[in-house]
């Protein structure tokens, strides 16, 4: 193992090796001084990466659940390995709460990027509808002047609640997006209340104000895998309604704010959005159908489960509109280069990188919309 303990971060980490079907478990050392990394095989007790340079990387995308790309190897962070990295990191990195109110939902790829540009991470996502019960239980209703129009506000429509993670990232935020006195934010320029906000109650966007709130928060709307409560009622209504799959490289890759926008720009409604982490079983069903069909089929089902993935139930206010076919068609032909050539406004060509790495997955078939929705919201989501 490494000798320099200057200025270095250390990681319990583990890459699944889908040659030899094996997991394997690391130490990971990230020395931010010149951005190398090196990878320390748990069970051989051998180096398996020495020391190296890995561009692209940055000491902000290490954190508890991150997925870092080295050499094509899609290595997990799953804790800290040593005190001095965990102290180090989470004085530094904030873990905390917002949500994006029924009012701007239809605004928020547009706050998603806003977001991801003022270098906050979002490392979870969930669309929800909420019971007046819920609200009630929040913090944010707590010291509300007038709690019965606060309750009315939040279960008028679907919310996004987001977990966001920043260097010093409650302050910062709250200087962004939540000003005590919303009419300021109307003479902000960088606050997201300007940009969506109406007044003190219609601010549209509220914020963990403190951390012992954003550990509250984030473990009511986000719970733990182990904890029987699974959070708000997600939104999706299943029906009329096709699935698309933000997948795992794009995520890593910060689009999901331009994915989202450019799907509400172009007259298509978001009625569901999560987050979900799948794993090599559910990836293989899940892609099952193109087995045997496409020669990338073991590349696809390793890229899926590589990282967070993003699902979205995408509808339109027309329930004559064959949202399948159409939505299809605008996320391009599979492969970018030629969705580049022939149909350039695509996602697929703007944002897809190769025939696996291709930005989104979209259902193919009409009776596949529904279907692969409920694969996620009702089967997985449980």
Not at 228 to 238: E, F, Q, R, W
Not at 324 to 334: E, L, S, T
Not at 349 to 364: I, L, M, P
């Amino acid at each position: 193992m490494s000798t320099d303990y200057s200025d270095r971060y250390v990681f319990e980490a583990e890459w699944y090796d889908n040659v030899a079907c094996i997991l394997k478990k690391f130490y990971l050392y990230y020395y931010p001084s010149n951005n190398t990394i090196e990878l320390f095989d748990l069970k051989t007790r051998k180096i398996f990466l020495k020391r190296t340079i890995c561009e692209g990387i940055k000491v902000k995308d290490f954190y508890i659940g991150a997925v870092i790309t080295i050499f094509s190897r899609c290595i997990k962070i799953m804790g800290y390995a040593d005190n001095y990295t965990k102290i180090k990191l989470e004085t530094q990195l904030q873990k905390f709460f917002i949500l994006l109110k029924p009012d701007i939902i239809n605004k928020m790829g547009e706050v998603i990027k806003d977001i991801t540009n003022h270098d906050f991470q979002i490392t979870n996502i969930k669309m929800m509808l909420l019971t007046a019960i819920e609200v009630t239980d929040c913090n944010f209703i707590k010291d509300a002047t007038d709690k019965m129009s606060m309750i009315k506000y939040l279960t008028s429509g679907p919310v996004v609640g987001l977990e966001l993670l920043g260097e010093n990232g409650i302050m910062r935020w709250q200087e962004l997006a939540d000003p005590e006195n919303c009419k300021q934010a109307y003479s902000t320029t960088t606050s997201l209340s300007r940009i969506c906000g109406k007044n003190e109650l219609y601010n549209s966007v509220y914020g963990s104000k403190n951390i012992e709130m954003a550990i509250q928060e984030l473990g009511y709307f986000f719970p733990n895998l182990k904890n029987k409560n699974k959070g708000p009622k997600t939104s999706a209504v299943l029906q009329n309604c096709t699935c698309c799959i933000i997948k795992p490289h794009a995520v890593q890759a910060k689009l999901l704010g331009p994915i989202i926008d450019d799907i509400q720009k172009a007259g298509y409604i978001i009625t569901a959005v999560q987050q979900f982490r799948i794993n090599l079983i559910n990836s293989e069903e899940f892609l099952e159908i193109y087995k045997g069909v496409l020669s990338e089929y073991t590349a696809m089902v390793v890229e899926l489960q590589s990282g967070p993935c993003i699902v979205i139930e995408v509808s339109h206010k027309n329930e004559d509109f064959n949202i399948v076919a159409d939505f299809r068609n605008f996320c391009g032909p599979i492969d970018p280069d030629i969705a580049r050539q022939i149909k350039p406004n695509t996602l697929r060509a703007k944002y897809g990188k190769t025939k696996v790495q291709n930005a989104v997955h979209c259902s193919d078939l009409p009776e596949d919309g529904v279907l692969e929705v409920e694969y996620f919201f009702k089967i997985l989501e449980k």
